[in-house]
């Protein structure tokens, strides 16, 4: 079984590649690179908001680091493409070459009909987030902003022409820890959902078939565009970006998400 893995840069990205590299579960790498770590903010903003801009930028490369480590990634079978290239000659070409039996995709951007056509019918896509409830971009952000930090979680779905609204093969929940704030929130839940699909791939791999779930609900999509450094304030200010502790001791809604667990289908 062939496996190509398509991805970003950063370290969430190279900890999936090492994940799959050691558990020799790896034979072709796309890595596509990704916006700036810590971004710039408009200078249009106020003082307040980009000191938390920056904060929370920060704290995100705080979590990654801890979580994730700063692995070096050295796989001989990769490509290197710039953010606009998934959808280009360049990635074609070496995608048809490698004939890959699964493909799994996390971070790479939306893939285009001309790319979705080439891929095999066995593409998985990880997202960071629990659709349908958090489908689409940022969705590690929005659980904890409306305070309900126990979405936080991972679905591993097959891929479709619709973000993040294929059939569901895995998901797996927001991993709480007392002290946590939204980043590492983020980062713990990210591990728990890379780690499953090693298993995914193995039982895969053994039985040649993963049971799936309709999405049935549309649920609601978030776009980049919904995200402004002004919600920043809500999480630092307001909560002091202790939503998970909130959660923990039982100060908000206890609501448990409905999770699609393959191992238990």
């Given at each position: ?12 990205h ?40 920056n ?14 480590s ?5 796989f ?17 070409e ?20 001309s ?45 479709t ?11 797996t ?30 039982k ?30 809500i ?11 909130m959660y ?8 448990i ?9």
């Amino acid at each position: 079984m062939k496996i190509m893995l398509i991805c970003g840069d950063h370290p969430r990205h190279r900890f999936l590649i090492n994940l799959l590299q050691k558990n020799m579960l790896l034979n072709s790498l796309i890595v596509q690179e990704r916006e700036h770590f810590i971004p710039s903010l408009d200078s249009n903003y106020s003082k307040k908001v980009v000191d938390l801009h920056n904060l929370h930028f920060k704290k995100r490369e705080e979590a990654e680091l801890e979580i994730f480590s700063d692995f070096k990634v050295s796989f001989k079978n990769t490509l290197k493409i710039k953010g606009d290239q998934i959808n280009e000659p360049i990635s074609h070409e070496f995608i048809l070459s490698e004939k890959p039996d699964v493909v799994i995709t996390y971070g790479c951007g939306i893939l285009s009909s001309s790319t979705l056509k080439i891929l095999p019918k066995q593409t998985w896509n990880i997202h960071g987030g629990l659709s349908p409830w958090f489908k689409g971009a940022i969705t590690h952000f929005w659980p904890s902003y409306f305070l309900k930090p126990q979405y936080t979680g991972v679905t591993i779905h097959y891929i479709t022409s619709k973000i993040d609204a294929g059939e569901i093969i895995h998901q797996t929940p927001a991993i709480l820890v007392k002290g946590d704030g939204l980043h590492k929130l983020s980062s713990r839940s990210l591990k728990k959902g890379f780690e499953s699909v090693v298993e995914l791939l193995k039982k895969y791999k053994s039985i040649g078939y993963l049971s799936s779930a309709r999405q049935k609900t549309t649920g609601k999509l978030w776009l980049k565009r919904d995200w402004k450094p002004e919600h920043l304030i809500i999480i630092y200010e307001k909560f002091s970006d202790k939503i998970v502790d909130m959660y923990l001791s039982k100060e908000i809604d206890q609501e448990i998400p409905k999770i699609y667990d393959n191992f238990k289908n």
